[in-house]
């Protein structure tokens, strides 16, 4: 039985798909979920809906200043930071090698790679004075395919792997666990309003089971590395993609 009962959890871009399941999940386990997101107004509109205490703090991760400042925050308001949910990204449109250029490089790491080791840095602080931390990684298995058209995405997912890795050497003597998880194409927001819904067609062959993944599907593998039960668990990568990478 899981349960986040005195938690304070803070997700990432959890105004809608992947971030809002996960957020939903671990406020009905009990959790006091702080959803940071540049979507201010979806972000309140997902806390409203979870209740418990839930909260919602407008944040573009990608700004060294603003992450400081949500931290501030929470600790103010909430008191500490036994969770962290590292969620939010930019799911960029199809360019081959040729076409990413320099803007578009730094736009993409800026938020897939970079706010992501600060998030972890910033509230790993915080979990280390308590002793106690969870923090997971939400990756991709595009580090597994190398999917064409997605240089960047994968070079910045593939980092986020690398960096759970070597911080949980860092953060273990601490008792933070910190752990990867790893979806494949998910019938999220993100992915239904883009160009990539046309990419469903070839990854679903790939699948072990038929039909698309849901948020819904991916937040339970989050909830169990975020809470007691993964205690003894930290540096791995968990494939929530359906089969698709078993090959």
């Not at 006091?32 to 909260?55: C, K, L, P, Q, R």
């Not at 990867?180 to 990539?196: F, H, K, Q, R």
């Not at 990419?199 to 698309?212: I, L, M, S, Y």
Request: aromatic share 8%; charged share 20%; hydrophobic share 45%.
């Amino acid at each position: 039985m899981i349960s986040f009962d005195g938690r304070v959890a803070i997700v990432t871009g959890g105004a809608q798909g992947i971030g809002a399941a996960i957020a939903k999940g671990l406020g009905k386990h009990g959790a006091t979920v702080v959803i940071a997101d540049i979507n201010g107004d979806g972000g309140a509109e997902v806390a409203a809906s979870i209740g418990n205490g839930a909260f919602a703090i407008e944040t573009d991760v990608g700004d060294l200043d603003q992450i400081a400042k949500l931290h501030s925050e929470v600790i103010e308001r909430a008191g500490k930071i036994d969770i962290l949910i590292n969620n939010a990204a930019i799911i960029p449109p199809q360019l081959t090698w040729e076409e990413i250029d320099h803007a578009e490089w730094q736009r993409l790491m800026r938020v897939n790679l970079d706010a992501v080791f600060f998030m972890c840095q910033t509230s790993a602080k915080h979990m280390r004075e308590r002793g106690y931390g969870r923090i997971v990684n939400i990756c991709s298995n595009t580090v597994i395919w190398g999917t064409p058209g997605l240089a960047h995405y994968v070079a910045a997912k593939g980092g986020v792997l690398a960096l759970t890795r070597a911080l949980a050497t860092e953060l273990g003597p601490y008792d933070i666990t910190i752990n990867s998880v790893s979806p494949g194409m998910t019938a999220s927001e993100g992915i239904l309003n883009s160009d990539w819904v046309e990419f469903f067609d070839f990854v679903e062959p790939t699948q072990a089971f038929k039909g698309r993944g849901t948020p819904e599907d991916i937040a339970p593998s989050v909830l169990f590395l975020a809470s007691e039960n993964a205690r003894w668990v930290t540096g791995s990568m968990l494939n929530t993609d359906g089969g698709a990478a078993r090959w």
